[in-house]
């Protein structure tokens, strides 16, 4: 069984940066594809960015050139740095990790940007 705690969601003015972790347990991270979804109010969950085991990495037409993927198989961590943060941005963030056929998720972090 693999658990993924997320950290670093808040509050952040527009225009702000803000970095979200997720820590993953087990002994697999590294054979893993773990990526951030997010899901706000009333809409369906999307995925935001994806990092595949061999470093290969997606994005959400919405985020790219503002967001940043990235993972450490030492840490079995798997990071995301927003910047130049939105109002739209605002949802829950969570954490999947995928490895030999099996997913699972975080509980999620809160991001708010006001508008």
């Known amino acids: 069984q693999v658990q993924l705690v997320e950290s670093g969601g808040g509050l952040v003015q527009p225009g702000g940066s803000l970095r979200l972790s997720c820590a993953a347990s087990?002994?697999?991270?590294?054979?893993?594809?773990v990526g951030w979804y997010r899901q706000a109010p009333g809409k369906e969950r999307e995925r935001v960015a994806e990092?595949?085991?061999?470093?290969?990495?997606n994005y959400a037409d919405s985020v790219k050139g503002r967001f940043t993927i990235s993972r450490d198989n030492a840490k079995n961590t798997v990071d995301l740095q927003m910047h130049s943060l939105k109002p739209e941005d605002t949802a829950v963030y969570s954490c999947k990790l995928t490895v030999f056929g099996n997913t699972f998720w975080g509980q999620g972090t809160q991001v708010t940007v006001p508008s």
């Open positions: 087990g002994s697999f991270f590294s054979r893993s594809t």
């Open positions: 990092v595949t085991s061999s470093g290969a990495t």
